[in-house]
Nanobody, 115 residues
Framework: QVQLVESGGGLVQAGGSLRLSCVYS????????MGWYRQAPGKQRELVAD???????NYADSVKGRFTISRDNAVNTVYLQMKSLKPEDTAVYYC?????????WGQGTQVTVSS
């Protein structure tokens, strides 16, 4: 199994920045992709960004150019640097570890962007 603990959420004004962190532990050698997802009230959970074991990244169109995902295997942490935040980025952000066929989720961290 894999355990995930997110941190770094909070309240920020539009145009501001936040960096989310996700520390992973357990069977880390089995992890293929790490990703960040978000879920706003009344909406489905959606992929924000992911990164595979080779370092290749993928972003939702809505965050391209503003968010950056990175991974530091030395400290078992994946980051999501968020810049130029918008009110529509408000959501609970979840870290995900994909070990195929299983996926693991963190508890989520709230990001609120005020206008």
């Amino acid at each position: 199994q894999v355990q995930l603990v997110e941190s770094g959420g909070g309240l920020v004004q539009a145009g501001g920045s936040l960096r989310l962190s996700c520390v992973y532990s357990g069977r880390v050698s089995s992890i293929n992709e790490m990703g960040w997802y978000r879920q706003a009230p009344g909406k489905q959970r959606e992929l924000v960004a992911d990164i595979n074991s080779g370092g290749s990244t993928n972003y939702a169109d809505s965050v391209k150019g503003r968010f950056t995902i990175s991974r530091d295997n030395a400290v078992n942490t994946v980051y999501l640097q968020m810049k130029s935040l918008k009110p529509e980025d408000t959501a609970v952000y979840y870290c995900n570890a994909n070990t195929r066929p299983f996926g693991y989720w963190g508890q989520g961290t709230q990001v609120t962007v005020s206008s």
